[in-house]
């Protein structure tokens, strides 16, 4: 095995960020013991699947109008060795200050709220659109499905930015080093755990 290949992980996506957020446990059990969570057994995450490949086939011109962009790339796949990140993302906007902005379809209701997890799953997706289109990404957008398509803004600011890259080193450093790290200290989130047999 290679010095880097014992070292570093190349890409982390931003769906395993979001996992470390919900516990960091989760990517010593998947990443370190490559013990799967069999999330495909989950209903709700195939119906959100399924409304998801719906989304990308039916909606091809309504962002633009609603959104006033001047043109998107639909289902994206962006990677970047640089910052060790790869990811799918559901669409590119282009928008008329010539900036870029991520947009994802969200199969959820909007609860007047938008999720850390979801702000720094989509800071990611800027980071990589950044690098590939050297556009500045100055905001994104969600699309909440089970609340009639509702959409919401907000903005990727360089303290996000930075943020969301030092959660992607912290899993870095999980991975590489093999260590047990401490798992989340909201309780609740352990009583429905995929991995709360093996947990201790």
Known sequence: ??????????????SE???????????????????KQHEDKRTLVNKGREIHELK?????????????????????YLSSQKLNLVGKVDEVLFLENQTAAPLD???????????????????LYALLIEEKYRKKVEKAFLVFVR????????????????KALDY???????????????KTT????????TYKNLCF
């Open 1 to 14: 095995m290679s010095e880097n290949n014992s070292q570093m992980k190349s890409f982390i996506t931003p």
């Open 17 to 35: 960020v979001i996992e470390f957020l919900y516990c960091p446990r989760f990517i010593y059990f998947m990443n370190v013991l490559k013990i």
């Open 56 to 76: 990308l086939i039916r909606n091809k011109d309504y962002i633009r109008k609603k959104l006033g962009c001047l043109g998107k790339e639909t289902d994206v």
């Open 105 to 123: 379809y969200k199969y959820a209701f909007w609860d007047n709220r938008i999720y850390k997890t979801l702000k720094i799953q989509q800071t």
């Open 147 to 162: 609340s009639k398509d509702h959409i919401e803004e907000f903005q990727v600011t360089d303290s996000l930015k930075q």
């Open 168 to 182: 992607v080193n912290q899993i870095c450093d999980i991975i590489n080093s093999g260590c047990f790290p401490k």
């Open 186 to 193: 909201v309780k609740t989130r352990c009583l429905d755990c």
